[in-house]
């Protein structure tokens, strides 16, 4: 079957949570590779220090890159880990490029970059992941459809709150202030140094002053 959608928001991708709830959904994705797989711990301890839920969309290179991190965080009960894919590419059954990196080729490949890291996290953390999102957050409808016939939903983001990790502290937290009831923001832990955990630690009183609570995906996604 050949595609009809591309991009960050086709059918079958969930960009926010359904509800009216002034609940917001914080995901942290960890890329992996060269340049990608470090772990910004400060953001971390942000986290836990605030109790604040997260959902936490780990690629394999940097699961592999950091057994006993992820074997820690998947642990601790404030956060969900979840699927940010095996290689860190767009989900395409053509070969459809995001941001200069290229897309999985076909239905195959598709299937193996959801499925290949599924069975890396169910082995690493004892639990099948249950949410996916693809390097670039980029899809075509049919990839997207693969995607959940594996058993995984394709979740992307309402609020981008980090423009992959380039933003400073002040703008993370602007990004982060503008959420509505049920959005769901994205940002990295995969780049200390950034402005992400700054950004993220001074947004989050805020937020809850203005009468929000935090939510990870599994609490209002089936």
Sequence with gaps: ???????????????????????????????????????????????????????LFL????????????????????????????AHRPLSVTGRSAYGIPGTASAGEVYDEVSGNRRTLTGATGVAPRFFRSGTAHYDDVAVRIAGDVGETVVNFDVNGDAGATLT???????????????????????????????????????????????RLSDYLA
């Design 59 to 86: 690629n394999e290179r940097w699961v592999r890159a950091h057994p006993e991190i992820t074997a820690e965080l998947a642990g601790e009960p404030l956060f969900e880990i979840a699927n940010h894919g095996t």
């Design 1 to 55: 079957m050949a595609p009809v959608a591309w991009g960050l928001d086709v059918p079958g991708v969930v960009n926010r949570l359904p509800t009216q709830d002034r609940v917001v959904a914080l995901t942290f994705d960890a890329c992996g590779g060269g340049r990608g797989s470090g772990y910004d711990a400060a953001l971390v301890d942000t986290l836990r220090a605030t109790r604040t839920p997260a959902t």
């Design 169 to 215: 502290p002040h703008g993370v937290a602007a990004a982060l202030e503008s959420a509505t009831p049920g959005s769901i923001v994205l940002c990295h832990m995969n780049q200390p140094g950034c402005g992400t955990a700054q950004g993220v630690a001074t947004a989050l009183p805020r937020l809850a002053r203005a009468g929000f609570r935090f939510v």
